[in-house]
């Protein structure tokens, strides 16, 4: 069920007009509206505000709520992947469609001989796994240095400074995993 409906449906199971809950919720009619006809969803703050104004909980509001996503999706391997480019010898390719609706992102790691990408960081509560597919990987994470060779699979907090770097005499390639899906 869309936000807007459940919205709608509490409003008037309270008894109240959209200018009711505007002024009780402090949010524009003309937002609510909109909202309530699906034309736009609203923010966490007004959701916040609304369900104040409803008498009701965030989470009540948000029940029978389900995200519209594609449960399934498959990239053949011949469709070519959209490609995150470090320098011109360090890439991701980004292996799935729509990453920022995706709870994780599933990227390949290439680095070419002697490669090394640029220092990352992600926002708090960023989290990465990797696992060597071939080659092997020096993982630099928060001043630490890391060894890593085919079969090998690392975890780690990527909300801190860290950057990888092939070591061996050949491609290296991992696959990686980062949740929430950001790059």
Same mark, same amino acid.
């Given at each position: 069920?869309?936000?807007?409906?459940?919205?709608?449906?509490?409003?008037?199971?309270?008894?109240?007009?959209?200018?009711?809950? %505007?002024?009780?919720?402090?949010?524009?009619?003309?937002?609510?509206?909109?909202?309530?006809?699906?034309?736009?969803?609203?923010?966490?703050?007004?959701?916040?505000?609304?369900?104040?104004?409803?008498?009701?909980?965030?989470?009540?509001?948000?029940?029978?709520?389900?995200?519209?996503?594609?449960?399934?999706?498959?990239?053949?391997?011949?469709?070519?992947?959209?490609?995150?480019?470090?320098?011109?010898?360090?890439?991701?390719?980004?292996?799935?469609?729509?990453?920022?609706?995706?709870?994780?992102?599933?990227?390949?790691?290439?680095?070419?001989?002697?490669?090394?990408?640029?220092?990352?960081? %992600?926002?708090?509560?960023?989290?990465?796994?990797?696992?060597?597919?071939?080659?092997?990987?020096?993982?630099?994470?928060?001043?630490?240095?890391?060894?890593?060779?085919?079969?090998?699979?690392?975890?780690?907090?990527? %909300?801190?400074?860290?950057?990888?770097?092939?070591?061996?005499?050949?491609?290296?390639?991992?696959?990686?995993?980062?949740?929430?899906?950001?790059?």
């Amino acid at each position: 069920m869309e936000i807007g409906k459940i919205i709608r449906s509490m409003r008037k199971q309270k008894r109240m007009t959209l200018k009711d809950l %505007s002024e009780k919720s402090r949010v524009a009619l003309a937002t609510l509206s909109r909202m309530e006809t699906g034309k736009m969803i609203g923010t966490v703050k007004s959701h916040s505000n609304i369900a104040g104004a409803l008498d009701v909980t965030l989470t009540d509001l948000y029940s029978g709520f389900e995200i519209k996503s594609q449960r399934v999706e498959m990239r053949p391997h011949k469709e070519k992947p959209d490609v995150f480019i470090h320098n011109d010898k360090a890439f991701y390719d980004i292996l799935t469609k729509k990453v920022l609706s995706k709870k994780m992102m599933p990227v390949m790691l290439r680095l070419e001989k002697g490669a090394k990408t640029a220092d990352e960081q %992600s926002h708090k509560g960023t989290e990465k796994f990797l696992y060597i597919l071939s080659g092997h990987l020096q993982a630099n994470v928060d001043g630490k240095t890391y060894l890593l060779k085919e079969g090998d699979s690392f975890y780690f907090d990527a %909300s801190l400074p860290h950057c990888w770097k092939n070591t061996s005499n050949k491609p290296a390639k991992a696959l990686c995993v980062i949740t929430p899906a950001t790059l």
